[in-house]
T-cell receptor, first 118, second 110 residues
Framework: NAGVTQTPKFQVLKTGQSMTLQCAQD?????MYWYRQDPGMGLRLIYY???????DKGEVPNGYNVSRLNKREFSLRLESAAPSQTSVYFC?????????????????FGAGTRLSVL | RKEVEQDPGPFNVPEGATVAFNCTYS??????FFWYRQDCRKEPKLLMS???SGNEDGRFTAQLNRASQYISLLIRDSKLSDSATYLC???????????FGAGTRLFVKA
């Protein structure tokens, strides 16, 4: 059981280049997420997809687009990379358990993509 | 003010020590609380959920204080393998907004 798989693991881009980060999960989870992690900042939510066919902005969506291709796959696209987008990107998936105040939403993460924009 | 705040540390403790981390959150409507562990250059992984009555998992004990809006994690009998960054995570009611603290770094020394 692979869990959450991200590709690529490392990438170096020049300013203005575009790229797509791929994410796939095999746990049949409905919800998927993209985060970025910067030193001293914690993980910040870029976009999420509550279920197949829906996507919503998170805390820091500017400069990114996403596609929920199917239930398994959720991709993140940088149309015109900027040095400020140098970061570690994590994809996650979750399935809510419980209801109301006991509801949990444990997230499982991929291994991350280390992106440098020069 | 950050929505979830943690002391970044680092905490340097000898093997066998007891260490405690606190985390404060600003949204009183928050309903779900977790501690995640992140090893250097790895992804975060769930350590434990935090329940209102407090809960224990082996050497780890988590507490929630809703009135003061803080969460704590206590590690007893620290092992070298406990060295990691511990992330406090808070989720609001019903939605998908999950806020991660910046983490507390722990180094356990032989």
């Amino acid at each position: 059981n692979a869990g959450v798989t991200q590709t690529p693991k490392f990438q170096v881009l020049k300013t203005g280049q575009s790229m797509t980060l791929q994410c796939a999960q095999d746990m049949n989870h409905n919800s998927m997420y993209w985060y970025r992690q910067d030193p001293g900042m914690g993980l910040r939510l870029i976009y999420y997809s509550a279920s197949e066919g829906t996507t919503d902005k998170g805390e820091v969506p500017n400069g990114y687009n996403v596609s929920r291709l199917n239930k398994r796959e959720f991709s993140l696209r940088l149309e015109s990379a900027a040095p400020s987008q140098t970061s570690v990107y994590f994809c996650a998936s979750s399935e809510a358990t419980g209801h109301g105040v006991t509801a949990k939403n444990i997230q499982y993460f991929g291994a991350g993509t280390r992106l440098s924009v020069l | 003010r950050k929505e979830v705040e943690q002391d970044p540390g680092p905490f340097n403790v000898p093997e066998g020590a007891t260490v405690a981390f606190n985390c404060t959150y600003s949204n009183s409507a928050s309903q779900s609380f977790f501690w995640y562990r992140q090893d250097c250059r790895k992804e975060p992984k769930l350590l434990m959920s935090v329940y209102s009555s407090g809960n224990e998992d082996g050497r780890f004990t988590a507490q929630l204080n809703r009135a003061s809006q803080y969460i704590s994690l206590l590690i007893r009998d620290s092992k070298l393998s406990d060295s990691a960054t511990y992330l406090c995570v808070v989720k609001d009611t019903g939605g998908f907004k999950t806020i991660f603290g910046a983490g507390t770094r722990l180094f356990v020394k032989a």
